[in-house]
């Protein structure tokens, strides 16, 4: 009798079938197992949504970003040549990278800067001047320097900084930098995209190889290419039950006022009727023209005056705000509570300070010296933002402005 076992076979036949199976595969391998391991999400999908390709840089490589920019490296370079084209001492380069000056860099990898060069302008190659920013997004800038324009000509400076045209537009990708231990797999799950476009994007070698404190740049996504997660119930779990209304909204107050006074006759009047709103107050007359302008119109107005002083040019299309004669070293205080966007200074020093404010609000300042915020600061309604600088005559250039749309101050400030 023969005695030889014939699971060898078996054990064969099965690792066969199941490269078989895996070669007929008309789609990428899906390495997300969730939702497949009993759970009630289903992410492969997403994981496998299709991503944008990564933005052209210009003759010199870089790629800009408002917050940050990288370059991206030639067939044969080094990461000496790079810190050569981009103008950055090759020292400081690679220690931002972890990377030494004669490391050899892979055409299309991507070598994050330190700190920001020239912008990519059409001089370096580029269509447009200046960083990506996302469709629609206000150039706060731009803004900024364009109401120096808006001062009176007697007292606007003859000169001003170049403001460069708008660049692309686009999603900035998130910058990831790589810890011990993590491989482009970890990385690309973290960030539900796929492994192969992570290395596109970066210029990975074929083995996906990456090194600690390396930066990535994770692929945008599409956004239409990337489907809801779906939600399922397992079998016998029922269907979650809802929310109800009070976990979110405040209960009701249907306690009768204790402050509200009686009725004349308490025995015929109805209970506890509402008292009728007070009618509002008129609105203040708006006091452009006057002779002095209120540190604050009203402590209900929306916004308070920057400076007290004389209104000597009002609102129009072409001033776009007010401008409010002052002394010198006046203190300029920030109109409404909210964060500095933006501090920029034209050739002639003239400082301009923008504040972002909720619902899309800008108020803009120029005309002022000894600041006493950066940018990234949160300000409060009043808060001595900075002091009027000398001129002839001395004053404080104020816009508001909704989105890219000026508006007359005063309907803020009254």
Request: hydrophobic share 35%; aromatic share 4%.
């Amino acid at each position: 009798m023969d005695s030889t076992p014939r699971f060898p076979q078996i054990r064969i036949a099965a690792p066969l079938a199941l490269v078989a199976a895996l070669g007929a595969c008309s789609q990428p391998l899906d390495y997300d197992m969730r939702g497949r391991m009993g759970g009630q999400i289903d992410t492969s999908e997403a994981a496998l949504a299709a991503a944008g390709d990564r933005p052209q840089a210009d003759n010199r490589g870089v790629i800009s970003y408002p917050n940050y920019q990288v370059a991206v490296a030639r067939n044969g370079d080094r990461l000496a040549d790079v810190a050569n084209r981009v103008g950055l001492p090759a020292g400081e380069l690679a220690r931002y990278n972890g990377m030494e000056i004669n490391d050899p860099l892979r055409g299309g990898e991507v070598i994050a800067l330190p700190r920001r060069v020239s912008e990519p302008s059409p001089a370096t190659g580029a269509p447009t001047t200046g960083p990506i920013r996302p469709a629609g997004e206000v150039d706060i800038t731009t803004l900024a320097s364009s109401a120096i324009d808006k001062a009176p000509a007697s007292s606007r400076p003859t000169a001003t900084a170049p403001r460069p045209s708008a660049g692309g537009s686009g999603v900035e990708p998130i910058r990831h930098k790589v810890e011990r231990g993590e491989t482009a797999y970890t990385v690309a799950r973290l960030y539900n995209v796929p492994p192969r476009t992570l290395a596109d994007w970066n210029g990975l070698d074929s083995n996906y190889t990456l090194r600690e404190g390396q930066y990535l740049l994770i692929p945008v996504v599409e956004a239409s290419a990337t489907p809801a997660a779906t939600v399922t119930n397992a079998p016998g779990t029922g269907s979650p039950t809802p929310q109800p209304p009070s976990s979110s909204q405040p209960l009701p107050d249907d306690q009768p006022s204790l402050t509200r006074s009686p009725a004349p006759d308490t025995a015929s009047a109805p209970a506890a009727t509402p008292a009728p709103a007070p009618a509002p107050a008129p609105k203040p007359v708006a006091d452009i023209g006057q002779s002095q302008a209120a540190a604050s119109s009203s402590a209900s107005a929306a916004m308070q005056m920057p400076v007290s002083g004389s209104i000597i040019r009002e609102y129009s299309a072409n001033n776009q705000g007010i401008d409010i004669s002052a002394a010198v070293g006046t203190a300029v205080k920030a109109a409404a509570s909210g964060t500095v966007a933006a501090i920029t200074t034209n050739t002639d020093n003239v400082q301009i300070v923008v504040i972002r404010h909720p619902d899309e609000l800008l108020s803009i300042y120029t005309h002022l010296d000894n600041l006493t915020v950066s940018k990234g600061d949160a300000v409060s309604r009043g808060q001595t933002i900075g002091k009027v600088r000398a001129g002839d005559p001395s004053f404080l250039h104020f816009e508001v402005r909704k989105g890219f749309d000026s508006v007359d101050p005063m309907t803020y400030l009254r």
